[in-house]
């Protein structure tokens, strides 16, 4: 029987933060973290669509300052429909992750498992309690952060 040797390379690792930094919002701010993010979202197209206004791109500049406005005005019917079309996708993934994964091993499967129960989480987001969604999904991020620094790299 042969060692298992860690190997965490650069993505994992990126990988890893970006899970537990996304994590620990969802956990710690809860409802509050997707507010602060449709804020920061409009305001960097409010803020791309004033340079380019100086710049003397009149469109891009007016439609990127337009979108801004409708972010942070309309942002939850937004997120509503971005939360439903990016559920849908990390289920496909997670089913197309699981399929691959049958014979790869434990890791692996429960990562795929791991990213069905995400998109599933964000598909039914709407109708759960949103507090109560975004702890569990943050917690399930940071299960993924693990998962992502060490899943894939342990060698058999």
Not at 18 to 36: C, E, F, H, Q, T
Not at 73 to 100: E, N, P
Not at 132 to 145: K, Q, R, S
């Amino acid at each position: 029987m042969s060692k298992s040797s860690l190997k965490l390379t650069k993505n994992n690792v990126i990988n890893c933060i970006l899970y537990a930094v996304i994590g620990l919002l969802l956990v710690i701010m809860k409802g509050g973290s997707l507010n602060i993010l449709m804020t920061i979202i409009g305001a960097l197209f409010i803020i791309k669509g004033i340079v380019d206004l100086i710049n003397g791109e009149i469109i891009p500049g007016i439609v990127e300052a337009v979108v801004g406005v409708a972010i942070i005005v309309c942002g939850w019917t937004i997120a509503d429909i971005v939360l439903l079309i990016f559920g849908i996708l990390l289920i496909v993934k997670g089913l197309i992750d699981l399929i691959k994964n049958t014979k790869a091993g434990f890791v692996p499967v429960l990562s795929a498992i791991v990213t069905i129960v995400i998109g599933v989480l964000l598909v039914v987001a709407k109708w759960v309690l949103l507090d109560v969604m975004c702890i569990v999904a943050g917690v399930i991020f940071l299960i993924n952060a693990v998962l992502a620094l060490f899943g894939k790299s342990l060698k058999k």
